[in-house]
């Protein structure tokens, strides 16, 4: 039996009631039986059946050997579980079924009153009783003999009402499992955009580490350089140093024995001069011969041996790339051997300089 929501009044309890025993998915009163879902919003049990077998195609029957399957009330979209029973293992709503009982005897015992069934406009007296195929529109049985649809097809009002009912519950349900399937689509992407983030994150960890490692070796390296160089000239200093003070003593010596000397020559006495000018004058040669001190080569103070070229350093480190390849993070290892292997001579003859 058809209910039509045109028999109360509008704003009136009963209409009220009646908006909260419409099934979300066909849009009519539940049938029974009502099945309860697990957040509480209520379902026609074929409505229910319907977006389930969409939800789950592969699922066949009660006593199918699939462990169940899920779908999203359409009320809500909480994800709905359900075991190998399917919706037979939902709980039935008894309490809706009784009030829905209740509701249709209520509305039965009313009688119709003229206007509460649409009427033809053409025909005022005249329900809409009949569905004409031809034109897609439905109208009333005097259109039909003498009106406009004369010569038009006709069906039966409810036959076309049921049948066009049932094609949009098909394509709700189809709605349904589309949002479904969609909903699962945004969760994975919803996935893969975290995971990409997590993985980023990692990625620049693990970038951050090893380029503080090669920091860490470079200053290493820094450190390592600078300690020759500084030893290098301590070393040089020093020898300088020693050269000065035998140069000043060697100064102070030559400056006493031209003062002695200035002394003798001052001396007006043939004999008192005699005495110790051949001793002077031979010790003079002496020093004059005999006080030849070592000297540094030119360019000695030079730290030219000292110079590093990072020009193929640098070229390297320009030349950084994100690279997954495996062959080729093997080849970098090697050729930074190779830069190792290279520099080790250039020590070596550092450190004979």
């Given at each position: 039996m058809d209910f039509q929501a045109g028999i109360l009044q509008d704003g009136s309890p009963m209409e009220s009631l009646e908006k909260q025993l419409i099934c979300p998915i066909c849009l009519e009163m539940f049938s029974k039986p009502v099945v309860i879902l697990p957040c509480q919003h209520n379902l026609c049990r074929k409505c229910a059946n319907d977006v389930f077998q969409a939800a789950n195609p592969y699922w066949q029957s009660r006593g199918s050997l699939i462990s169940g399957g899920r779908f999203r009330c359409p009320s809500c979209r909480h994800e709905v579980l359900l075991d190998r029973h399917g919706v037979y293992g939902l709980q039935r709503n008894l309490l809706v079924e009784n009030i829905i009982d209740i509701y249709k005897q209520e509305c039965s015992s009313r009688p119709l009153k003229k206007g509460e069934h649409p009427m033809c406009k053409e025909h005022e007296d005249e329900r809409i009783n009949i569905y004409c195929v031809t034109c897609e529109v439905p109208t009333c049985s005097m259109c039909k003999v003498f009106g406009a649809h004369k010569d038009c097809e006709v069906a039966p009002l409810q036959t076309v009402f049921q049948g066009q009912k049932t094609e949009l519950n098909n394509c709700i349900s189809m709605l349904v499992a589309g949002n479904d399937r969609?909903?699962?689509?945004?969760?994975?992407?919803?996935?893969?955009?975290?995971?990409?983030?997590?993985?980023?994150?990692?990625?620049?960890?693990?970038?951050?580490?090893?380029?503080?490692?090669?920091?860490?070796?470079?200053?290493?390296?820094k450190s390592e350089l600078l300690q020759r160089i500084s030893q290098e000239q301590g070393e040089k200093t020093a020898f300088i140093q020693s050269l000065i003070c035998q140069y000043k003593e060697q100064l102070e010596k030559s400056s006493r024995l031209v003062e002695t000397a200035i002394q003798a020559a001052e001396e007006t006495g043939g004999a008192a001069f005699l005495m110790n000018a051949k001793q002077l004058i031979k010790t003079i040669v002496e020093a004059s011969k005999g006080g030849r001190l070592e000297k540094i080569q030119q360019g000695y103070e030079s730290m030219d041996a000292f110079s590093v070229s990072l020009d193929h350093l640098t070229d390297a480190v320009r030349a950084l790339d994100f690279d997954p390849a495996e062959e080729d993070e093997e080849y970098f290892d090697g050729e930074e051997e190779e830069v190792e292997e290279d520099t080790a001579p250039e020590r070596t003859v550092m450190a004979s300089q």
């Amino acid at each position: 039996m058809d209910f039509q929501a045109g028999i109360l009044q509008d704003g009136s309890p009963m209409e009220s009631l009646e908006k909260q025993l419409i099934c979300p998915i066909c849009l009519e009163m539940f049938s029974k039986p009502v099945v309860i879902l697990p957040c509480q919003h209520n379902l026609c049990r074929k409505c229910a059946n319907d977006v389930f077998q969409a939800a789950n195609p592969y699922w066949q029957s009660r006593g199918s050997l699939i462990s169940g399957g899920r779908f999203r009330c359409p009320s809500c979209r909480h994800e709905v579980l359900l075991d190998r029973h399917g919706v037979y293992g939902l709980q039935r709503n008894l309490l809706v079924e009784n009030i829905i009982d209740i509701y249709k005897q209520e509305c039965s015992s009313r009688p119709l009153k003229k206007g509460e069934h649409p009427m033809c406009k053409e025909h005022e007296d005249e329900r809409i009783n009949i569905y004409c195929v031809t034109c897609e529109v439905p109208t009333c049985s005097m259109c039909k003999v003498f009106g406009a649809h004369k010569d038009c097809e006709v069906a039966p009002l409810q036959t076309v009402f049921q049948g066009q009912k049932t094609e949009l519950n098909n394509c709700i349900s189809m709605l349904v499992a589309g949002n479904d399937r969609i909903q699962t689509i945004i969760s994975q992407l919803e996935d893969s955009c975290q995971s990409t983030e997590e993985n980023s994150e990692a990625a620049k960890r693990e970038l951050c580490a090893r380029f503080d490692a090669l920091a860490a070796l470079l200053e290493e390296k820094k450190s390592e350089l600078l300690q020759r160089i500084s030893q290098e000239q301590g070393e040089k200093t020093a020898f300088i140093q020693s050269l000065i003070c035998q140069y000043k003593e060697q100064l102070e010596k030559s400056s006493r024995l031209v003062e002695t000397a200035i002394q003798a020559a001052e001396e007006t006495g043939g004999a008192a001069f005699l005495m110790n000018a051949k001793q002077l004058i031979k010790t003079i040669v002496e020093a004059s011969k005999g006080g030849r001190l070592e000297k540094i080569q030119q360019g000695y103070e030079s730290m030219d041996a000292f110079s590093v070229s990072l020009d193929h350093l640098t070229d390297a480190v320009r030349a950084l790339d994100f690279d997954p390849a495996e062959e080729d993070e093997e080849y970098f290892d090697g050729e930074e051997e190779e830069v190792e292997e290279d520099t080790a001579p250039e020590r070596t003859v550092m450190a004979s300089q």
